[in-house]
């Protein structure tokens, strides 16, 4: 048995439990998982608004992201040992048993992970997985250059904070939203512009206009209000599934994101990170037994990523 945040059925509230640990099947790996990060599926399955619309087997585990060692290795697997770092992201949307990384150890896909560099701590690494693989999607759909300014809409959570990096990287100015006090700062030192109070959304469009936005990442918040900051012609990426219809503009591009966290792409963020292109915004941990705090604080006004430090 091994310890997990874990539902055990329908109306209970998550909580560390034992369950039991999934069998290793060919071309899979068990790993010993030593850090998991929080994330927005794990906050409203722990609401319970999801039961009805994802296929679930109880006991439920919650957790995406994680870090740890390869505890075995199934058989055909030639990419992974016992003993090597490795981290991935689970983006299945089957809450199956043995689907969740909030566990001592899991048995996932090998085919979804990819090594730690060498200097990458586990909970830094934990961190980065679906936060940072949905950021790039968004950038990359947005096409971000030099000639843009970019205004990002949730700076202060995980996506937001890699997003407002990655579009800095590319050259661009950068604009977002954050609470006036330690929030704004810290969204501040991550290279933006101008940092917007997003307690007073009339005041938003009086702030940006001057500076001409030509893209919107959108991570939080209303997306017709935030569209109508855009000029004919500019593009609005959503990582909530936003569409064209749902914005009511015609002369904008919308595109909706839905992250794919493949190991290349784990692995190229990974490599900024280890090379501090990249900072890897943990702003606090909690140990396993304290993992249901961590996810009842992610719905609560925080900062960068929350992560679960297991072993």
């Not at 809450?95 to 560099?117: C, H, N, R, W, Y």
């Not at 015609?250 to 994101?257: E, F, K, S, W």
Request: net charge negative; proline share 6%; aromatic share 4%.
């Amino acid at each position: 048995m091994v310890a997990a945040l874990a539902f055990a059925g329908p109306g209970q509230e998550p909580a560390v439990r034992e369950v039991s640990p999934t069998p290793v099947q060919p071309g899979q790996v068990r790993v010993s998982v030593e850090a998991a990060s929080v994330n927005g599926i794990d906050a409203s399955v722990a609401t319970g608004r999801l039961w009805d619309v994802l296929p679930h087997t109880f006991p439920v585990v919650l957790g995406r992201d994680l870090a740890g060692t390869v505890q075995e290795v199934g058989e055909g697997v030639r990419t992974f040992t016992p003993g090597q770092r490795v981290t991935g992201a689970i983006t299945s949307m089957d809450l199956g048993i043995g689907t969740g990384t909030i566990a001592q150890s899991v048995t996932v896909d090998a085919g979804i992970l990819t090594p730690v560099p060498v200097g990458v701590s586990s909970p830094r690494a934990a961190a980065v997985g679906l936060a940072a693989v949905t950021a790039r999607d968004l950038i990359a759909a947005l096409q971000i250059s030099a000639d843009d300014v970019v205004f990002v809409s949730g700076a202060t959570g995980g996506v937001g904070t890699y997003a407002v990096q990655l579009a800095v990287a590319a050259g661009a100015t950068v604009l977002a939203t954050a609470r006036p006090g330690d929030a704004a700062d810290f969204v501040r030192s991550l290279g933006t512009a101008l940092v917007v109070d997003y307690t007073d959304p009339a005041s938003a469009g009086a702030a940006v206009a001057p500076w001409g936005v030509t893209a919107i990442v959108h991570a939080a918040g209303d997306a017709a209000s935030l569209a109508a900051l855009l000029p004919s012609g500019g593009r609005l990426a959503s990582a909530l599934g936003v569409t064209a219809e749902q914005v009511g503009r015609a002369d904008i591009t919308v595109i909706p994101v839905v992250a794919a966290a493949h190991p290349a792409k784990l692995s190229t963020l990974l490599a900024d990170v280890a090379c501090g292109r990249l900072k890897v915004p943990v702003t606090r941990t909690y140990p396993l037994e304290r993992a249901a705090d961590a996810v009842a604080d992610f719905a609560a006004h925080k900062l960068g990523k929350l992560v679960v430090e297991v072993g």
